[in-house]
């Protein structure tokens, strides 16, 4: 067996644990869950820890898999070596340096002065444009569509109110 996919299992081996502690153990210890709360029209505080939970389980149980087909085929020789390979270009570098410094523009400064909607809106267009588009109005539209469907599964569906940030509360009141 190679030994990056055998540090990978180990990485595995450490981390399925974890997070299985987190889930089963920290997420009940820390977090109330109010009685009535989460009934028919809200969802519970534990619900985004919980889905993050089973997210990283299927992960890993999925890569769990891929390695275990690679191995019955006689392939896990083959499976590259991330560590080792040399991987991207300086231009894929630096496309992920932007994208990540407009996530955290994104997270941190505009959904806090724009709201959710706006700020999701202004970086869906951005995003699309980056992927290609150069047809500004159908970037408008794939955005508009994108926070018209967040709208109506998270306000109407699921009842969460998403951030109005400072723009949304100044119109309000």
């Not at 109005?137 to 109110?161: D, H």
Request: proline share 5%.
């Amino acid at each position: 067996m190679p030994a990056h996919v055998r540090l990978e299992l180990w990485l595995i081996a450490i981390l399925l644990p974890c997070v299985a502690l987190f889930a089963l153990w920290f997420v009940p210890l820390s977090i109330d869950a109010p009685q009535g709360f989460g009934a028919d029209s809200e969802i519970s505080p534990r619900f985004a820890p919980y889905l993050l939970s089973v997210l990283m389980a299927a992960a890993m149980i999925g890569r769990l898999v891929q390695l275990g087909l690679a191995k019955t085929r006689g392939g896990l020789d083959d499976l590259g070596d991330d560590l080792t390979e040399e991987l991207g270009t300086p231009e894929e570098t630096r496309r992920g340096v932007v994208l990540n410094l407009a996530s955290n523009i994104y997270a941190f400064a505009m959904i806090p002065i724009l709201g959710f909607y706006i700020a999701s809106f202004a970086l869906t267009a951005y995003l699309v444009r980056r992927l290609g588009e150069r047809r500004l109005w159908m970037a408008a539209a794939i955005a508009l569509a994108t926070i018209a469907f967040t709208y109506l599964l998270f306000e109407r569906l699921l009842s969460v109110r998403l951030p109005d940030g400072m723009l949304g509360e100044a119109l309000e009141g």
